[in-house]
């Protein structure tokens, strides 16, 4: 291992800075009313210390940065898109690549090409833009995901696995022909960042392939899911962050992937695959929603940064620094007895809101509450990951009541020091001294997609 003795340490150093505001409690009052007690409808500039969400909000590096440069913005044959392929190529393994603008163009898609109308896909518990996407192409997601996924205190390392019994149960009951794929997220965002290990990845692909059911990686976060494998699975303490990404790759047909996140970008996508129709198939569909094949709403010096970034965020010390922040901000909340999701996940902290505010049912969206009075108090922006970003079934229009209804304390890549993880627990800490205080919230206004993105609601 080429870790340094505290990978808390920053693997890199300031070169440019942005300012930040500090603001009273009265002026954020205001601001959260404003936004109807949702933190997505925040005014960026509004908020302090930002831990919305680990998506786009990285940091890029002067290699990035000087990368970005080297654009070539031609319509067609872009070279960045050519150095994004290698790349792709070298460090997932996929045959085809088709760029899309952020990792849902990929889901689209994907759940395009793969999915008839009634069909089944099963996945690792559901996200929340890739359910949408699989079930307005005609699918029914049901989780596979094994239950101590869904208890925050349970301490499996590898919480994201999927229950194979659950899955072959599937297939009896319904079908094989009638299960368009099977998604798996590595790691696991709503379960809380939970990694899949490699002996179970490496199962669903065998029984998959049996069945003739193809597998589709969500490789969002692969590579945080690589150093989990890394640092707990055994056999694969001395293989390299990038060759067990290949390997855990290698079980299966392809992937969906969000460039904004482990590839320190601030914006793109792809899908990936290796069978040449489905290839053809997302190519045609990504010339109609994204752009041509060899750009996919992406720009070149777009390309060029995620290409950058992949090769970075896949050195074994890269992710170790970024679990361990999680792990230093995790720890402290611990340590003061906040209830969190455990283990502490890979992108960020998850506190157990339905702990956090036992007194707040969850029809009153208590995780909601929580990010909206993390912000008031201290001007330090979460998200809710609960009732809310559960949303309803499709067929009886209920909500689901997640039995994980968290706060997401999300972990930009490379923006935030220790001494603003300390401000981020203390406000934590002292929110949850006055915890028996807190009222809950009703829902006044609610879209018909993704309603968390947008909901807005009244205090109770
Ligand atoms: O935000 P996109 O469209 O680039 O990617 C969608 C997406 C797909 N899969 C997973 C696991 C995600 O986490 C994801 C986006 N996540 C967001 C925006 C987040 O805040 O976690």
Known sequence: MTLTSNP???????????????????FREKAAKEAGHNTFLL????????????????????????????????????????????VMHDCFGYKHLVPTHQGRGAENLVSNALIKPGQYVPGNMYFTTTRAHQELAGGNFVDVIIDDAHDPYNTNPFKGDVDLKKYEDLIKRVGAEQIA???????????????????NLKAVYELSQKHKIPVILDATRA???????????????????????????????????????????????????????????????????????????MTGRDMEAMARGILEASEDHVMAHRVAQAEYLGNKLIAAGIPIVLPIGGHGVFIDARAFYSHIPQEQYPAQKLANDIYVHSGVRTMERGNVSAGRCKETGK??????????????????TQSHFDVVADAIIDLYKQRDKAKGLKMVFEPKYLRFFQARFEML
């Open 223 to 297: 590579i945080e899911n690589a150093y989990f494998i890394k640092v707990r699975e055994k056999g694969y303490e001395n293989k390299s962050v990038r060759e067990i990404l290949r390997e855990m790759c290698s079980y299966s047909d392809g992937a969906t992937c969000s460039g904004k996140k482990d590839f320190h970008t601030n914006i793109g996508g792809f899908a990936a695959c290796n069978d040449d129709a489905m290839a053809e198939h997302m190519r045609s569909m990504c010339v109609v929603y994204e752009g041509l094949q060899t750009y996919g709403g």
């Open 181 to 199: 794929y099977i998604t798996i997220g590595v790691t696991v965002n709503l379960a809380g960042g939970q990694p899949v290990s490699m002996a």
């Open 399 to 416: 909500e689901f009541f997640p039995k994980l209804e968290t706060v997401r304390v999300t972990i930009p890549r490379r923006v935030y």
């Open 43 to 86: 005014r960026s500039e509004d908020v302090y210390i930002d831990l919305l969400t680990d998506s786009g909000t990285n940091a890029m590096s002067e290699s990035q940065w000087a990368g970005m440069m080297l654009g070539d913005e031609a319509y067609a044959g872009s070279k960045n898109y050519y150095f994004l392929e290698k």
């Open 8 to 26: 808390m340490a920053e693997p890199y150093k300031i070169k440019m800075v942005e300012p930040v505001k500090i603001t009273t409690r009265e």
